[in-house]
């Protein structure tokens, strides 16, 4: 079973920087599919940013260029997402994801994904 704990979240104004860490104490991220979703009140959850077990990315089109998922380099229980020049737009709860296994035609699914953190909150306003 792996747990994943999301943090970070919090009130940032339009054009700012918001950095959300995704952290699990078992095991390496390395060795999954990961994700990070979002959703707004009202919304469908969407896909953020996936990232498969050889370090490749996938971005939604609505945060490519403005957003980057990483992984801690020393410690890889850490996923990050860093999100620059934020919008409104962008106000949503924010949760990541883990699988074992996620085909990249449903990296967006999230039904497909086993493991899921409690969401935190990144709210842009003026």
């Known amino acids: 079973q792996v747990q994943l704990a999301e943090s970070g979240g919090g009130s940032v104004r339009p054009g700012g920087s918001r950095t959300l860490a995704c952290t699990t104490s078992a095991y390496e991220l390395s060795d999954y599919y990961m994700a990070w979703f979002r959703q707004a009140p009202g919304k469908e959850r969407e896909g953020v940013v996936s990232?498969?077990?050889?370090?490749?990315?996938?971005y939604s089109d609505s945060v490519k260029g403005r957003f980057t998922v990483s992984l801690n380099p020393k410690n890889k229980n850490v996923l990050y997402l860093q999100m620059k020049n934020l919008k409104p737009e962008d106000t949503a709860m924010y949760y990541c994801?883990?699988?074992?296994?996620?085909?990249?035609?449903?990296?967006?699914?999230?039904?497909?994904?086993?493991?899921w953190g409690q969401g935190t909150q990144v709210s842009v306003s003026s």
């Open positions: 990232i498969d077990r050889d370090g490749r990315t996938t």
């Open positions: 994801a883990a699988d074992d296994w996620v085909p990249y035609s449903s990296h967006f699914q999230g039904d497909r994904y086993d493991y």
